[in-house]
């Protein structure tokens, strides 16, 4: 991407697949905070991510 607003999201995603890589038994993360397209993306994914497999 060629803006930051277009890179962290990015960088984020992709540190999120680099973890379900890993032999991780635990992994702590907070909500992001509000309701903008962003945080509702970034919460609906942690919350995919910590559904049990």
């Known amino acids: 991407p060629k ?3 277009g890179f962290a999201p990015n960088r984020f ?3 999120l697949r680099a973890l379900d890589q890993g032999q991780w038994t635990l992994i702590h993360a ?3 905070p509000g309701s903008n397209a962003l ?3 970034i919460n609906d994914r942690l919350t995919r991510a ?3 497999r």
């Open 30 to 32: 907070e909500r992001a």
């Open 13 to 15: 995603f992709a540190t």
């Open 50 to 52: 910590a559904a049990k």
């Open 39 to 41: 945080a509702l993306a």
């Open 3 to 5: 803006t930051f607003s």
